[in-house]
């Protein structure tokens, strides 16, 4: 595994200080910089895990139909098109024609094509599966979904749901009809409902579906408080179900004696049904694989993303289904500087490879010794470039240091402080004073886009006749070792301890100092208003993973170390 | 801060708009195949620009766009079908800032911009994929399938996995652009 820097998202705790990042549960923790977000008006990196998010809008991952929001729930959240679901294997069916004179192979040489012969069936691509096999052929190869509505419609899952539907409409509509008083402090009454962004949620949500708003809050205090239930019994009949679920269904599935009938008679495994191909339903099915039926392909959906403090939009994405373009886009690269890590005697010897590789013949270069050359020896000191890159229009102070225990100690609530007491075995040493990055310019990119190559070139010359220099200028390791465009490589070295083994991984503070007085071309105008013609500063957590540790006695090629 | 991948100046042809192709790669029909620039076509690929559709004229069978780099032993073959009873290939288009990865066998019929395709995968006829999607290693894609944009599919047959990141675009873009200017030439004696 190359080196690699992940990001500190605090929203898993209450202190902003990361968990010791040798605990597996720390991962949890750290992001790369690409899926983080970055909230404008908080001044604070969000993640996955603490935005929140709502849907804008739904489409068929097959056919790229966007389904309006209004037909979704007719629609039952699946494609009503031509879109059907492999039973057997999941993949996508297509419409075939049967053969008019021999409908039996036909649809082996019968490719895809709208015109053909009636009765037309699915069939599927991959594992062969077709819908004659379950007794579903079409008349016409276009609706498949209408003309399957019928026999939708008297599945015993869905005369269920209707029934449910019946059984709760009138409370829904007796509901709605005091929902315009009620709904409102209902919702807030609710103890779930602390941040205003569940709350906005739920209130969405009841304006969907009017009887939610009243009925959810209720039932959830129900259980707690008898008062409640009291005041709510007389709204909420005992629903009794159209079918007992021990007899729901024909075939058995709940053991019975069909079941054991079926397997008596078992000659293949893949006769039966797997857990994630009968999985799908929302009726107990049948055992037997013949019995599958094809499913509509449920909706995918494009979302936006909100800031779970502030509410404010950090992700909107375009109305088109298939646009990658967003309306609203704060991710956090466009704001943190990038932080990339490499072992330059990695570096090196990737290069020699490729090189090697190209002389002897031209092929790709051998794979199979790279543990080992990833790895670190125990007892050696290495090392490590960083190179940050400045994403703003100003220039930037960067201020690197590396957690310890005491610097933890000053800030009250840390957690690592136990645990950090065993002592790493491995010391990291890394610039301490403050270095600049020059500002992001468009020209740059411009001009890279232009003359990478030859500007690559000259960069390689460099990085080449420094690295030959380097056993000259040892001293030179830890400080700042170039500086070009809006990239600053500085240098650390980490010296690993004789008896050292596991991952050398260590927690990075890095603060930055930017002008935030600029507001035209600021990334960050709005963060402070008031605070004019000042600095800001800005410090996130990182973890650095400069990867595994050989022990001394144990062979270069580590059969652990994969 | 990565490293160069080296090529050897006597196997590679390097284009005006800065392509680069193989000697070892197998180009039939190049008159029908248009490369952006700024391509690769690494060595052991196959791609077969001569399989165009009947008829008199011109045709354009392959298509591919800048940064793109077609991974060693790659084959790329236009789709083929017989509609109304009439047997044709039909053109292949990829996008830009589009890698394939080694030994993949790709039939399809569309491919949009920022598509990773890993190594060893085989893409079926005619399956279009949207733009920044990913397609995990080992995956094999059945024919007439639609990888929606910005989604990782993998497996067999391929299936959708997740979701990729709001900033898969601009990933995808630098990496692609990178890979260009790290691969280079071997001309000094290391």
Not at chain 1, 113 to 134: A, K
Not at chain 1, 323 to 331: C, F, Q
Not at chain 1, 470 to 476: D, I, P, R, Y
Request: charged letters at 25%; a neutral charge.
């Amino acid at each position: 595994m190359a080196p690699s820097v992940l990001y500190h998202c605090p929203c898993l705790s209450t202190s902003s200080i990361p968990p010791p990042p040798h605990l597996p549960s720390s991962s949890y923790s750290f992001h790369p910089l690409y899926t983080l977000f970055f909230c404008e008006e908080c001044d604070a990196v969000r993640c996955n895990r603490c935005v929140s998010v709502e849907v804008s809008g739904y489409y068929c991952p097959n056919c790229l139909f966007e389904v309006p929001s209004a037909s979704v729930r007719a629609e039952k959240n699946r494609c009503a098109r031509n879109c059907f679901m492999c039973p057997n294997c999941r993949n996508t069916l297509s419409v075939v024609p049967s053969d008019p004179p021999d409908s039996g192979d036909g649809r082996l040489s019968a490719p895809i094509s709208t015109v053909g012969e009636p009765p037309f069936f699915l069939y599927c691509n991959h594992c062969r599966w077709d819908s004659s096999e379950v007794g579903i052929t079409f008349e016409k190869p276009t609706g498949l979904a209408a003309q399957l509505q019928k026999l939708e419609d008297s599945s015993p899952d869905s005369l269920e749901y209707e029934r449910l539907k019946e059984h709760f409409e009138p409370i829904i509509r007796a509901s709605s009809l005091s929902s315009s008083s009620s709904a409102a402090p209902s919702t807030s009454h609710s103890h779930h409902h602390s941040n205003p962004i569940t709350a906005a949620a739920s209130a969405a949500l009841a304006r969907d579906i009017p009887g939610v708003a009243k009925y959810t809050p209720h039932a959830r205090s129900g259980r707690h408080s008898g008062k409640d239930r009291s005041a709510n019994k007389d709204e909420m009949p005992e629903y009794k179900s159209r079918l007992n679920i021990s007899n729901a269904s024909v075939y058995g599935s709940g053991g019975g004696d069909v079941d054991v009938e079926f397997m008596r008679r078992l000659e293949d495994v893949s006769e039966v049904a797997s857990l994630e191909q009968r999985w799908n339903y929302s009726w107990s099915t049948s055992l037997e694989t013949r019995d599958l039926k094809p499913l509509r392909i449920p909706l995918h959906s494009k979302r936006s993303k909100r800031c779970p403090a502030c509410t404010h939009i950090l992700i909107k994405p375009e109305q088109k289904a298939q646009s990658v373009r967003y309306k609203i886009k704060l991710v956090a690269a466009n704001y943190l500087p990038a932080i990339t890590v490499a072992l330059p005697h990695q570096v090196e010897m990737l290069g020699h490879i490729s090189a090697e590789a190209a002389k002897r013949s031209g092929k790709a270069p051998v794979e199979d010794d790279k543990d080992a050359r990833d790895n670190l020896q125990a007892g050696k000191t290495y090392p490590f470039h960083m190179a940050l890159t400045n994403p703003l229009y100003d220039p930037i102070q960067v201020r690197l240091s590396v957690q310890r225990v005491h610097v933890a100690a000053t800030v009250t609530g840390e957690g690592g402080t136990i645990e950090k007491a065993r002592r790493p075995p491995f010391a990291i040493s890394i610039p301490t004073t403050p270095f600049s990055i020059a500002p992001f310019a468009e020209a740059w990119e411009y001009e890279d886009d232009e003359e990478m190559f030859g500007l690559d070139d000259d960069e390689l010359e460099a990085r080449l006749s420094g690295r030959e220099k380097e056993t000259k200028s040892k001293s030179k390791t830890v400080g700042v070792l170039e500086k070009r465009a809006n990239v600053t490589v500085v240098g650390g070295e980490v010296a690993l301890g004789k008896e050292a083994r596991g991952e050398v991984k260590f927690n990075m503070l890095v603060a930055y100092t930017y002008r935030s007085d600029d507001p035209a071309p600021s990334e960050g105008h709005d963060v402070s208003p008031s605070k004019k013609a000042e600095t800001k500063t800005f410090a996130f957590y990182t973890v650095v993973d400069l990867g595994n540790i050989i022990p001394k006695e144990k062979s270069r090629v580590d059969p652990y170390d994969v | 801060m990565e490293p160069p991948i080296y090529y050897s100046r006597t196997e590679f042809i390097e284009t005006d708009t800065g392509n680069k192709v193989s000697r070892r790669a197998t180009i039939a029909g190049p008159q029908n195949i248009i490369l952006g620039g700024k391509t690769i076509i690494s060595s052991g690929a196959i791609i077969r620009g001569d399989l165009r559709r009947s008829g008199p004229g011109h045709a354009v069978v392959i298509s591919l766009g800048r940064y793109c780099v077609v991974g060693e032993g790659c084959v790329m073959r236009p789709p083929y079908k017989t509609y109304r009873g009439a047997f044709n290939y039909y053109p292949m288009k990829v996008g830009d800032y589009v890698h394939i990865g080694a030994g993949s066998v790709v039939e399809a019929a569309t491919i949009g911009n920022y598509v990773q395709i890993g190594k060893n995968c085989i893409i079926g006829k005619f399956t279009i994929i949207k733009d920044c999607a990913r397609i995990a290693d080992n995956t094999v894609v059945p024919p007439n399938t639609v990888i929606p944009a910005l989604s990782l599919f993998a497996g067999s047959p391929g299936r959708f996995v997740e979701d990729l990141a709001e900033s898969t675009q601009d990933i995808v873009e630098v990496h692609t652009k990178q890979y260009y200017s790290r691969f280079q030439p071997l001309d000094r004696d290391r």
